[in-house]
């Protein structure tokens, strides 16, 4: 039975979400449960090679999408080509990833691991 139930919560979540209700907030011990999932998977001997950042303050999140754009995107001298081979964006001015606006954002940058 708990199989069966956690198997359908894999195939319903791995959907990826960008209709974000920004006027729910997060309950902390969900924040919590995540942070755990994202610290604890396993990797490469078991070290650390990366730092998770957690982030939730709506202005912080606010600078990091719009630091995702690409920008000139429109420019001929933009040569970036989107997935059907267009060069350019015609509004000229570049997207931004809207997955970065959700109400948590998880950071990973890079670490050195530590090795008594």
């Known amino acids: 039975m708990f199989r069966s139930m956690l198997k359908k919560s894999i195939h319903k979540s791995q959907h990826c979400n960008r209709n974000w209700d920004l006027s729910k907030k997060i309950p902390q011990e969900d924040i919590d449960l995540i942070i755990e999932a994202a610290t604890q998977c396993p990797t490469k001997q078991n070290l650390n ?22 920008m000139e995107f429109g420019s001929a001298d933009n040569s970036f080509l989107g997935f059907d ?25 890079k670490d050195t691991p530590y090795q008594p």
């Open 49 to 70: 090679h990366y730092k998770t950042h957690v982030i939730t303050d709506r202005a912080v999140i606010e600078k990091i999408e719009a630091a995702s754009s690409i």
């Open 85 to 109: 081979g267009v060069r350019g964006y015609d509004e000229g001015t570049g997207p931004t990833n809207s997955q970065l606006s959700a109400n948590l954002v998880l950071a990973f940058t």
